[in-house]
């Protein structure tokens, strides 16, 4: 899977980012880590996304990544397809500023 690190850097990342961004503005004090699991057709499309780990965001903010995350595509990736965890950390800096921290 050829594509995948560029796809989450530029489509999944800043779509993640945004989708953070508006849930500050409901829930200022929110930020912790989300791991998704992104399973991917044959095809290179998402079949699914899954949650494996939120701790401590909000559920507007989890939903929205989610959607993004399945709106990505992929480069084919074979005949049984293929599942990616990918983990996101949204940590609140020492100026009370959000920073996404994508690991």
């Known amino acids: 899977m050829s594509n ?5 850097r ?3 990342q800043t779509g993640a980012t945004r989708c953070y961004q508006k849930g ?4 200022p004090g929110q930020g912790g880590k989300l791991v998704i699991g992104i399973k991917i057709a044959p095809t ?8 494996f780990i939120n701790t401590r965001l909000a559920p507007m903010v989890v939903a929205c990544i ?3 995350a399945r709106r990505a595509t992929f480069d084919p ?12 950390n ?3 800096a020492a100026s009370g500023s959000p920073v996404p921290n994508f690991q």
Do not use: C, N, Q, Y
């Open 4 to 8: 995948a690190e560029v796809v989450i």
């Open 10 to 12: 530029s489509h999944i």
């Open 24 to 27: 500050l503005e409901t829930d």
């Open 44 to 51: 290179g499309e998402v079949d699914s996304v899954t949650t």
């Open 66 to 68: 989610e959607s993004v």
């Open 77 to 88: 990736v074979g005949e049984t397809g293929r599942t990616i965890s990918v983990p996101f």
């Open 90 to 92: 949204f940590l609140k």
